[in-house]
């Protein structure tokens, strides 16, 4: 009888293993992300969480490098025929992937798998820079970082500033009084345009370029180089030269972030996501704060930072579902705490906001509170963040011109001047590419 049965119990096992590894292949899919330390030990942890809940899927969490290294590579392996399923791009990449004609739409991809997706849970900060026109979402929401004020305490009382800067008045006489007392850091800088004129501007209400700073349209031209941003560079030139903010490069740890939190300079504006390195480093007694404005405005709510999902086209149909169970995994108030707690990045949805409220203030960073009540003021046409093309490039344009200026080879005015001229090339190249692209087709 055994061995009668022996053949057909072969036949059986031989035949379930060869339809297992297509299943295996069918629901398993790569996730491109671009973190690095503690950010990408908690997203391989949330990796490894949806891998155990859901036994039929299974996804592998590839780290690609910085985020303009992660969106080169997805762009040339898409190009290839070698792309990932889902992409982590950060937020100025989004003009270019959604013109792309490369992605699979998240609501397309929710409605077509059977998900719901309220997109009006996400919080509204967080909606107007990732919405379209219609109100849907091409992508998921991922990290999303805003920029704070980190103070060191003790330096801070022994120089006999009391409170922490609310305008950036007060930060002026607060960069004084620290250099009075002898400290050789007041504030430290990396002197990128993301802080220093796209948050800048938004928490000021100010415009960046027309069009409300490209989230109308592909006509937008940066218009910038006047107003608000010129009166800053001002103050940001005279506290270079005064030694009252020190570029990052002129630190022992020769990073703005670990510069603060090793306790060598004495303030820092930083985005929510840093909160990760200066609490693991332990050595700074740290307050939190709003970003500053100037004392005779209006402020207004702040903009994000930081990246969202992208599914891209081409994958085996089947893996698609697999996708889908993934991106409502992430979407979870639990793994958006999770990430959140861990790192200083925001939590996305009202639903996450409500379960952060009821955590002790001992759990939940300063960075995030704080961060999240600045995103929550009101806001107006130009505090939505920037939607335009070639992001990337005009940010190295910037740092090059204003570089120049802190070198003493032309003014800030000129620097400024050239910077929107420069710019306004990148955007009338970015519209000739895309004017007669056809409309996003949104099947896989």
């Known amino acids: ?32 992300y671009a973190h690095g330390g503690i950010y990408a030990q908690t997203i391989d942890e949330l990796c490894a969480g949806f891998n155990q809940a859901h036994p039929q899927d299974h996804v592998r969490c590839l780290p690609q490098g910085t985020y303009e290294q992660t969106l080169r590579k997805a762009v040339a392996a898409y190009r290839a025929g070698r792309q990932p399923a889902v992409v982590e791009i950060y937020d100025v990449g989004t003009a270019d992937m959604m013109r ?53 305490r003790r330096k801070l009382a022994a120089a006999g500033v009391t409170r922490l800067p609310q305008t950036w008045e007060d930060f002026d006489q607060a960069l004084q009084a ?17 802080k220093m004129l796209e948050q800048i501007n938004a ?25 608000i941003h010129r ?18 490069i002129l ?9 603060f939190a090793d306790g060598e300079c004495a303030m820092v504006i930083d985005a929510t996501g840093a909160y990760a ?3 693991k480093a332990g050595i700074v007694d740290t307050e939190i704060g709003s970003l500053p404005v100037y004392a005779d405005t209006t402020r207004y709510g702040n903009t994000i930072g930081g990246s969202s999902l992208w599914v891209f086209k081409g994958q085996d149909p089947s893996v698609y579902p697999a996708v889908a169970r993934f991106l409502a995994y992430l979407r979870e108030p639990k793994q958006q ?25 001992t759990t939940a960073p300063d960075a995030i509170r704080v961060g999240l009540a600045s995103m929550e003021l009101p806001g107006n046409t130009y505090n939505a963040g920037v939607r335009l093309g070639f992001v990337a490039l005009f940010r190295l344009i910037w740092q090059e011109e204003v570089q120049r200026a802190l070198g003493g080879k032309e003014s800030m005015d000129v620097a400024l001047d050239h910077v929107q001229a420069r710019g306004n090339q990148l955007l009338e190249r970015f519209e000739a590419t895309y004017r007669a692209a056809k409309p996003m087709d949104n099947a896989p």
């Open 1 to 32: 009888m055994m061995l009668r049965a022996a053949p057909w119990i072969a036949w059986m096992l031989s035949a379930c293993i060869a339809v297992l590894p297509a299943i295996t292949r069918a629901s398993a899919f790569d996730f491109w």
């Open 100 to 152: 792309s004609g490369a992605i699979y739409p998240v609501d397309a991809l929710m409605q077509d798998t059977g998900h719901a997706s309220d997109d009006t849970d996400y919080l509204d900060s967080i909606r107007r820079f990732y919405a379209m026109e219609n109100g849907h979402l091409l992508s998921q929401p991922f990290s999303a970082s805003t920029l704070v004020l980190y103070a060191n």
């Open 178 to 194: 620290l250099k009075t007392h002898g400290e050789n850091c007041p504030a430290v800088a990396d002197y990128t345009p993301w």
């Open 203 to 227: 928490v000021q209400g100010a415009p960046i370029a027309s069009a409300a700073n490209g989230h109308d349209g592909l006509q937008a031209r940066y218009v910038f180089a006047h107003g």
């Open 231 to 248: 009166r800053y560079m001002h103050d940001v030139a005279r506290w270079h030269a005064q030694g009252l903010l020190l570029p990052a």
């Open 251 to 259: 630190t022992h740890a020769n990073d703005q972030t670990l510069a």
């Open 277 to 279: 390195i200066v609490a």
């Open 337 to 361: 705490l999770l990430f959140a707690t861990r790192t200083g990045y925001l939590p996305l949805t009202h639903a996450a906001e409500k379960a952060l409220a009821s955590m002790p203030t």
